[in-house]
Structures are given as structure tokens and as C-alpha cells.
């Protein structure tokens, strides 16, 4: 598919098709739910029909909201694990036995955790640190790629970055970069806490089974030629380090990259260099869309 | 003014009041302009009113068209010049001899060229080349910042970045890059090409006079220590190197820099790890602020 642009712009395969794959979510179609008053997540109508009779959980005409005299984890967890024991059939993972931070905002003390099946049929927001390894060879960038393993329940056979991993309750960002640092890719915490906050990433889009509503935080990490990371926990089968231009060609010509991933390493790769806005149509579109704007 | 946030964190004078300035916008008080049926514009009701009576120039319900017949630069740049003058007193710089693109979306060919001082009265997207050079220094990064001279008209005395510039029509970014490293910083075109871009900086605001929305093309660019950049163009009074802790303490706390050069030395802190998100209660509403979306 290629499409003249101006000043000899060629629309190829798109980079901005996994933006606009990440950015579908029609929120009329879901009801807020909402804990202290607050909106924390998004609910189908179907989701809502199974919450009826559960103490504290009152439907309104504008949504679900959990008794407002009920504030912070101690009292709102047993009410969410509540919520969460009726979704049965709804959650297209099992249960994780993982709690998540259930935030109504980025900075702000957690109002509740919950466990993190619950998170896409209540439109819950979870948080992730994803860490791109490159290594500098000369003048060139080299980025870390892994080979997901082909039994995984997520995104099996696909291809990943470096480190990931949603952040569960109680952890920081930093704590939890050092956890999966050293059982997806065997790096200690020192090499882990050479990692760069580089900024974020957000979508959400709608499913059958609810909203996905995902902010990642990015983190680059540069390490020495020589030094290969090793996968411990058996999600990664093998690591590659591949040169830019094969990067920026697999994530623009297919759909090998895990979804997500494929927004991370778009990020990297506008972040170092391999993107000119001069040749690239959708570089004010990719921009944007990274941080969650509908592009168009 | 402080504000406990969780885990010990505590809001500062905030890095996001200069995104939530340059994201005030209801476009709800202004009219679309049109061009070949797209909008490239918005008015204010009494822009509208100036326009009456224009040849090619229509009034519809919801907006103002130039008669959808009319394509391209040699069709549309004389109406938009009948347009332009009919502003006087409005825009609030004078003519500045330069033409911009008007553009439906960035990668297109541009739909017609106008005076740069038109396009705030006309809510027109105007493009920008900005570009943070700095210096490694061990482990350290430092910031080339610029005091811009008294006597210029826009933002005079503010602190600025290394090099800026507006997009003319008919130059490709790089171009206009090279063209503004050799006024603003006395560098030569092998160094400017040495610029790496890294991402695009979006905002719209609403002004008395009407719409500012620009598009900033984001570029870092690594100088060698030891080498001074040398303001040609008067523009500049003279450039300092900063520690990151103090360009970070300066745009948190202060109102010391250009109000757009803000944000681009935000997007700098952020994509080179100052600022933490495990500490920042912003961070995700930043990244996702100068982007163009508004924080909330």
C-alpha cells in the first residue's frame, strides 16, 4: 500500500496503524465506576448487571460507585474482591494471584489494590516499566530484541524488549525495574539502576471483555557490547540485538512485536534518531498518539 | 506551596503549570476555517465578521470557507493575503515578511502559504525547528540555555534553548534547521546535521487575539566541551552551560524561560532520566501534556 505524500513522503506499511489499534475505546459504551468519588475505572453494561447485591456497590444513573464513606485499601479491598469473584468467564486471564494499585490518578497514594485479572473488565488503569536495552556500537544503535517463548499465555512466539512487567501493589517503579531486570533478562540491580526514565506511554482500547487502559513507563537502558542478557523465568526464548533500520522495518512492515512493544520500540526509535519528521508523514501523529491521543 | 502525595511525595512549584498554560483551549469560541473543505483554522466570531464580502469567501453555518473550488498555493495564497490584511490591529506582531505552509496535517503537501503574523488571528498551525544542545561531561549532562536580548519583541530577556525557529514555507525542517544554526548559534551546517530528532512538542492555546497552536519539531544536539555556540543574529545576548538540577529547579520554580522553550526543556529533563517518576506526581500528565492533551 503506498500512497504519494508531499515533498516525495511514501506512505508505507504504517507505523501509526499500532497507534490507531491502541486508541479505540468509545467511552459511551462503558459506565464509570468510580471509588471515593473518584473515577477509577470503566464499566460494560454487562459487567455492571453482575455487580448487583453486592454490599457497598450501588448503581447511580451515571455509573458504579462504591460507598464514598469506604476510603483507602483496608476497607475497599474486600469490596473489590468482591467485585472481582463475580466476573468469572469475563477475565481473559485467570487470576494472577497479583494484586495491582488501583490509582484514580498517577502520583496519588493508591485507593485500593485489587487482583490484576480484575483490571480489563473494570477499565482499571494498570501501570507497567518497560525497559529498551541498545548497546552503542560507533556511530550505530543497537536495540536488544527477545523471542517470547511459544508456551506463554501472553503473546506467545512474539518478539519483546529487554525487560517489562506490570507494576504489582507496594512496589516502586525503581523496585520493580530491579525485579524484572534479574528474572527476564539476569541483570543485577546495578546494571538495573542504570536504566533512564525516558518518559511513558498510554492507550486504552476497548475489548469484548472490557477496556484496556495501560501506562507504561519507559526506561532506556544502555549496556556494554559484549554483555548478553539472560532470560531466568522462561518467558524470553533467545536475545537478539538487531540494528535500528531492521528494528524500525519489522515494526512497520508487521506485526511480530507484541502490541504494546511495538509502541515502546516506536518510542525509542523516535527518541533516537531513526525517525526524520521530514520523511515521516505521521511523525506529529506518532508523537501524540504515544501518549494516548486519537490520531486524526 | 507543598502538598503531601504518596510515598513522600510532595508538589513543588510544578513543572505542569506550563502545559496547563499552553492547553487552554475551548474550541467551542471559535468558528473552523477551510481550506479545500479541511480545516486548517479556527476563528473568533469577530475575525469572522472582518471577513465579510472577501471574493471566494464564504460564511456556512458552521464556519468560514474559501470556496472548495480554489486549490493549492497559487489558488488560495492571494485570497489568504486579502484575508491577512484584513486583520489590522488584531495580530499582534507586525508583518514579518515571512511566509508560512498552512497545512491540513503535518506530512501533506501544504494547501497555500500565508504571512506568519496571520496565523494566530486565524487559529493556523504554525511549525517550529527547536533544538537543545548539550554537553556530556562524565556521567553529567549539561544544557546550553541562551539569554534572549532585551530588545527583541518577542519574549524579551526569557530564557531560550540553543536554537529556534519558525518553519517558512518552502524549507524542509533540516533545512530550516541549518539556516537557523548558523543565525542563532554561529554552527555550521555539518554540526546542525548532527542534530538527532527526538520527538515534536504540541499545544494550543486561547489568546484575546486568537488561537496560538504550534508544532515543534524537537531536536537534541551534542556538542563537543570546550565549544561555545556564538548568537549571530542578535537575538541572543550570550549562552551559559547548565547543570540539569539547576535548568530543572529553574523551569520548576520560575518563569524565567520562554514560555513554549518550557516545554521543550521539559521533554529534554524527561527523555534524559531528571526527573523521576517515581518521585514526580506529574509525570505521566507531563509527557502526556506536551503532547497536547490537556491535563486533568
Known sequence: ?????????????SLLRHVERCTRADLREFLPFRLEGQTVGWLRPAVVER??????????ADGVTVD???SGPAELDPVLDQIVARLDGLTERKPTGERIPVLARWGEAPLATM????AVPLGITACGVHVNGYVRRGAETLLWVGHRAADREVAPGKLDHLIAGGLPAGLSL?????KEAAEEAGLDAATADRAVPVGAVQYRFAKAGGLRSDLLFVYDLEL???????????EVDRFEL??????????????????????????????????DPD?????????????????G
Open 1 to 13: 500500500m503506498t500512497r504519494p505524500r508531499a515533498g516525495g513522503m511514501v506512505r508505507r506499511m
Open 51 to 60: 455487580l448487583s447485591g453486592i454490599e457497598h456497590v450501588r448503581r447511580a
Open 68 to 70: 464514598p464513606d469506604l
Open 115 to 118: 487482583e490484576r485479572a480484575g
Open 174 to 178: 525503581r523496585e520493580n525495574l530491579r
Open 224 to 234: 556494554p557490547d559484549g554483555v548478553s542478557p539472560e532470560n531466568r523465568d522462561g
Open 242 to 275: 538487531w540494528p535500528l533500520d531492521r528494528v524500525l522495518a519489522t515494526v512497520r512492515d508487521t506485526d511480530e512485536f507484541k502490541f504494546n512493544v511495538a509502541l515502546v520500540v516506536t518510542g525509542f526509535l523516535l527518541r533516537h534518531g531513526a525517525i
Open 279 to 295: 520523511s515521516e508523514p505521521d511523525y506529529a501523529a506518532l508523537v501524540a498518539g504515544l501518549s494516548g491521543v486519537r490520531p
